[in-house]
């Protein structure tokens, strides 16, 4: 296992607060060009799994590689430089404008007194192009609808770069037209080398999107493989609980409820 | 309406300053105005006198007014909180109670009282600080720093109340903030913290956008929050303690200039930083030179002038603002 | 979650509690009274020398701290419930500001006494209450929508402190009795004011109890209320209307005390649960003990010098909160 082709790899991590254990030895790897979704019941540990990827909790056992060096050492500024996150937690930024919060993604590249490099404002342009939202660029982001704030702030993720791209719940508040559009741009990211990483409710779209799904039961990883590999009607039950079957449409998987 | 703004702002403040120099019971001729800001003393006689009396007061509330409103709005981008204001960290119940004690219990002389207003001002707020230190940024600065100021106001109030009403009612009105007795060497102790901390606050905005966006997203910027937050708290602290130290509290202003230059200029804390402070410095200074000269003989005192001034233009703003998205 | 099966014993509790704090209260102080005595001075009133301190000195502050501390704790109640908002109180919306600014004015400048302050008290507070609701819609939709309401009751709160000092300061010895009152002294009422303040308080305590199986479907959501059925602007305007007057009657008898009407109400909340009349009751009982307790931690921590109760309360509230806050932090629930 290269370090080199993998940016995200995770040796036996475990994760608790006091003796409760929220995530217990996970070990996977994610490579350049790949989008990896982390699926699984609520409560399972996705999210608690992305933000260590993301450097924002410490795990209390095992440890992340980023790009091949212990994430333990980085510098949070580093970090920032390898790894971007679209957190869920919103936060309120008042009356920001949309060009000026995508801007901020560039945070980690600039220096002390901070000057836009024409490499900053073409990343930015890009990154609005991108997550669709160039046409709001002057609006302040409090008069958005949610899904627009959502765009806006997957812009800002965008213009980060780096090697990993984080996504935790990304098509939240999004119509199916931007949910295609953002986990096509997810897509396209893998494909310019990046390896991305989204945590998704959706089956249909983790299965379309996805090269690989992990799927975390009570702290676990229950199974990692393509789609059609650990998508079958006993791991629905196993981990969901639910009695379910499995229609398949090309790539695409839908459970629907078996009666 | 932004770059207006940037233009007006520093223009209304020199008129301000204009304007303040002439208010008074001696009457001031231009060319003694323009004497008494002339660099170096000044040989006439009225314009001498500006510049002993007037021209302090005028520094001290251009300074304070800055100081107060740039620790206001740090620490309400700290705590993500628009409620956020110096008076919350304890920094002014801390300072006021500390020269309060030192007059009424300790009987310190006047000069050894502005430092004790520092030292409690910074002591509170280092307090507030360690006890909070665990959520930060969250609600956790506001609680506790609420909660001290409700204990350290009750010990004032305990103070206060020890004399009569004549006693009370000064107190009280000095416990709101006056630049009444600001002294040459008031204005130099300001201006020696002010060309310290206003420049690093300044410095400092440029990680203040990113705060705002919640903790993670801040970190995953690349944003070391847990050595930010505790740094800027301090840069808040330090900013507040000089001023309440020289002229009370003045209440109200840290809480609204942050607000009113936000409506203005809009959303980045680039602009807004200087911006809340040029409202600082514009809105005490016109309070205090309003409240000593439109009801002769009756001089209302700054803090009590900014309150009801910085009420205005923070609705105002608060109009402005919502007639049109700001453009 | 609480039991409501449980809900009567805890009141009971609650009510010995109060009972039991009125005693003491009666008991204690600068000189040490029996209750043998307190009892004989109340059955059958003489002019011995403890059964007027009991008369004219221990119960008059019994009452009003009784009085004031029911009407500030129900009132905060009834508010944080209809406005949805766990930071709202008499003081933190401003009405307890804009009574304490109008009683000011209108000794000033009207030369009104006693009961005649009323009227000024309550259309001070009323106005503070409509501007603090007028300016929060002004600055809304920067955020925490309940921070709005809180951000522009404190800028209002500000505003009438700052110009009650100021009245204040322009004749300090004309105000020489005002300034107990104006940090809260029970000590210092007006014994005029019990009797004017008592009735419409009562009545609007009683509104208030009626109104709270309906002020529950509130809580839902004006939205929900208004599918049930229910005028939801009018049982809110109601409401506050009862709040204000209660917050009145406390604020024109005994002066405005702040704290108790924040905190009580979630005290309330924590043992009696959100719903129905229960958790009002509750404030009954819990803010005269709150007050009554700082009463007599009043005239005893430093007798025989009597402090101030509002500044006791605050003194008290203030170190619980930060110790609570302390305690909460230490085991790491931010």
């Known amino acids: 296992m290269a370090a080199r082709g993998c940016p995200v790899i995770l040796e036996r991590l475990s994760f608790g607060y006091g003796r409760g254990r929220l995530l217990e030895d996970i070990s996977l790897s994610v490579r350049r060009g790949e989008v990896l979704a982390l699926v699984g019941p609520n409560g399972s540990g996705k999210s608690t799994l992305l933000r260590l990827m993301a450097g924002l909790l410490q795990p209390v056992a095992g440890r992340v590689l980023i790009c091949g060096e212990n994430a333990a050492r980085l510098s949070r500024r580093a970090y920032a430089r390898r790894v971007a996150l679209l957190s869920q937690q919103g936060g309120a930024p008042g009356a920001i404008r949309v060009r000026d919060l995508v801007a901020m993604g560039r945070f980690p590249h600039q220096g002390w007194l901070r000057r836009a490099s024409a490499a900053d404002r073409a990343a930015v342009a890009q990154a609005m192009e991108d997550a669709e939202v160039a046409a709001l660029a002057g609006r302040p982001v409090n008069t958005l609808s949610g899904g627009q704030a959502q765009r806006a702030r997957m812009a800002m993720t965008l213009a980060q770069g780096g090697d990993v791209l984080l996504l935790d719940e990304p098509t939240t508040y999004l119509d199916l037209r931007h949910q295609f559009g953002l986990l096509g741009r997810a897509r396209r990211a893998a494909a310019e080398g990046r390896a991305v990483v989204a945590v998704l409710h959706d089956f249909s779209l983790a299965s379309l999107y996805a090269d690989r799904l992990a799927v975390l039961h009570e702290g676990r990883l229950d199974g990692i493989g393509p789609a059609a590999q650990v998508l079958d009607a006993a791991a629905l039950a196993r981990v969901f609980g639910v009695s379910a079957r499995l229609l398949r449409d090309g790539p695409a998987i839908f459970p629907v409820p078996r009666d | ?327 | ?334």
């Not at chain 3, 000092?165 to 009795?177: C, E, H, I, R």
Request: aromatic content about 4%; overall charge positive.
């Open chain 3, 1 to 334: 979650m609480t039991d409501p099966a449980r809900h009567p014993f805890t009141l009971a509790l609650l009510a010995v509690l109060c009972v039991g704090l009125a005693a003491v209260h009666q008991s204690f102080g600068a000189v040490w009274i029996p209750p043998g005595t307190v009892l004989s001075a109340l059955a059958a009133p003489s002019d011995g020398f403890l059964e007027t301190v009991v008369l004219r000195q221990r119960l008059p502050r019994l009452e009003v701290a009784a009085f004031a501390g029911a009407a500030l704790a129900v009132a905060g109640f009834a508010l944080q419930k209809v406005l949805r908002n766990p930071l709202v109180s008499p003081s933190t919306l401003g009405i307890s500001g804009g009574a304490a600014l109008a009683v000011v004015a209108g000794q000033f400048f009207l030369a009104l006494r006693g009961g005649s302050l009323l009227l000024p008290a309550t259309a001070g507070a009323g106005t503070a209450l409509m501007a603090t609701l007028a300016l929060s819609r002004l600055i809304a939709g920067q955020g925490d929508p309940r921070l709005d309401l809180v951000l522009a009751g404190s800028m209002v709160s500000m505003l009438c402190g700052a110009l009650t000092t100021f009245l204040v300061s322009l004749d300090p010895q004309a105000f020489d009795g005002l300034m107990r009152w104006l940090v809260g002294d029970i000590g210092l009422q007006d014994s005029r004011a019990l009797p004017l303040t008592a009735g419409p308080a009562a009545a609007a305590a009683a509104g208030l109890l009626a109104l709270s199986r309906t002020t529950d479907l509130l809580a839902a959501g004006d939205d929900t209320a208004r599918a049930l059925g229910l005028a939801a602007g009018a049982v809110t305007w109601m409401t506050v209307a009862l709040a204000v007057v209660l917050a009145v009657a406390a604020v024109a008898t005994v002066g405005p005390i702040g704290f108790l009407g924040l905190v009580v109400p979630h005290m309330a909340r924590l043992l009696l649960g959100e719903a129905g009349p229960a958790p009002l009751a509750g404030c009954l009982l819990l803010g005269p003990a709150m007050l009554i307790l700082a009463d007599i931690l009043a005239r005893c921590l430093m007798a025989p010098q009597v402090m101030i109760t509002g500044t006791v309360m605050g003194l008290i509230g203030g170190a619980a909160f930060l110790a609570l806050l302390l305690r909460l932090g230490r085991r790491g629930l931010e």
């Open chain 2, 1 to 327: 309406m932004r770059r207006v703004l940037l233009i007006l702002a520093p223009a209304a403040c020199a008129a301000l300053v204009w304007w303040a120099l002439g208010q008074g019971l001696t009457e001031a001729s231009a060319a003694e105005r323009l004497d008494a800001l002339w660099p170096g003393a000044s040989a006439d006689p009225v314009a001498a006198r500006l510049e002993a009396l007037r021209l302090p007061r005028i520094g001290a509330a251009l300074l304070a007014g800055a100081m107060i409103s740039a620790s206001g709005l740090l620490l309400q981008v700290v705590a993500r909180n628009g409620l956020a204001d110096p008076g919350l960290l304890g920094v002014s119940q801390g300072g006021v109670l500390a020269i309060l004690a030192g007059a009424a219990l300790f009987d310190l002389p006047r000069a050894a009282l502005v430092p004790a207003g520092l030292f409690g001002a910074m002591a509170t707020a280092a307090a507030v600080l360690l006890a909070a230190r665990r959520s930060l940024a969250g609600g956790g600065l506001i609680l506790v720093g609420i909660a001290v100021n409700l204990l350290l106001g009750s010990v004032t109030e305990l103070i206060m109340t020890s004399g009569g009403m004549a006693q009370y009612a000064r107190l009280a009105v000095w416990s709101r903030g006056s630049l009444a007795g600001v002294s040459a060497a008031d204005l130099a102790l300001l201006a020696a913290w002010a060309a310290v901390l206003l420049p690093l606050a300044l410095l400092s905005g440029r990680w203040l956008d990113p705060l705002l966006l919640g903790d993670d997203t801040a970190r995953s910027l690349g944003i070391e929050t847990r050595l930010l937050l505790p740094v800027l708290v301090l840069l808040a602290a330090a900013l507040a303690a000089p001023v309440v130290a020289v002229c009370g509290p003045v209440s109200f202003l840290g809480l609204i200039a942050g607000h009113v230059a936000r409506r203005l200029t809009g959303g980045r804390m680039t602009v807004v930083l200087p911006g809340a402070m040029l409202t600082g410095s514009c809105v005490l200074l016109a309070a205090d030179t309003a409240g000593r000269s439109l009801m002769p003989p009756v001089a209302v005192p700054a803090g009590i002038a900014t309150s009801v001034g910085g009420f205005l233009v923070f609705v105002f703003a608060a109009r402005l603002s919502q007639r049109g998205p700001a453009a």
